[in-house]
Each structure stands twice: as C-alpha cells, then as structure tokens.
C-alpha cells in the first residue's frame, strides 16, 4: 500500500496503470505559481481511503503533469492512462518502462523493482540494472 505516513520517501516515483490521476508526497515538486486548494478522497483498492489536499503542475525530466498532492502517500505515482492523456507513450519491456514524448524521444524510464516500476529522474534507467536484467 502506498498509503503511510511511516518510512516517507519524497524522491520516488513508481509508473501506476491503475491510478486514475498523478500523485505526489511532495509539496516543494510543484511549480508554485499553479498550487490550488483541493479537496478529494482517494479511496485504495484495500477500502482504506487517503486524500489529496491540493494540486498544481510539476515538471519531471521532461514530463509536464498535473498532480495532486497527497501528503500521506509513502510514494509518488505517475499514472499510465493520464501519460497517455497528454500524447506520451509508455511501453513495458524486458522490465524497463520507457516513456516517449510525441516527437518519440524517451523522456523517462523506470526499472522494475520488487513489483513496482520505479522512475529514474535522470532520464535514463542505470545502464547497469539494465544489463543484469537482460542476463537475469
């Protein structure tokens, strides 16, 4: 469950097909001239419920999204369908998730790891995972 306040981990970000809208845990990765109040339950697949206290644009490597934020989610989530909303494309391949802005360029990757896909915000997944998941 990515719903905590225990064990916070600001800089992470995992790709979500199941969210319905981008998340993130921290305030200070919005732009903040776009930061409004917001009042919505998020309501988890395991019936327990978080919620999102305000929303505003962020810029990650390359990616323009809006988001809301949820302060006590452990992680942040980059949803899938909302990717493909704003014309990216994200493909799932040998355990990297590459996500292509329209001109085809990746902007961002994302290794998997223990079941989640997790976004290297340099833009590239580390060379050296990539190869030891190619061998695995």
Known sequence: MVASHRSATLDTWAIDS???????NNLGNFRQDSVTETNMI???????????????????????????????YRISLLSVG????????????????????????????????????ILSLDGSAHISEIRSLRTA
Request: aromatic fraction near 10%.
């Open 18 to 24: 199941g969210a319905s809208h981008n998340y993130c």
């Open 42 to 72: 998020i309501r988890l697949g395991d019936k327990s419920q978080a919620q999102a206290i305000k929303k505003g644009a962020i810029h990650l490597s390359g990616v323009d999204i809006e988001a809301f934020f949820v302060p006590d």
């Open 82 to 117: 909302q990717l493909d909303f704003y014309g990216y494309t994200t493909t799932f391949r040998s355990g990297i998730c590459s996500i292509a802005n329209t001109n085809g360029r990746i902007v961002l990757s994302a290794i998997l790891k223990q079941g989640l896909y």
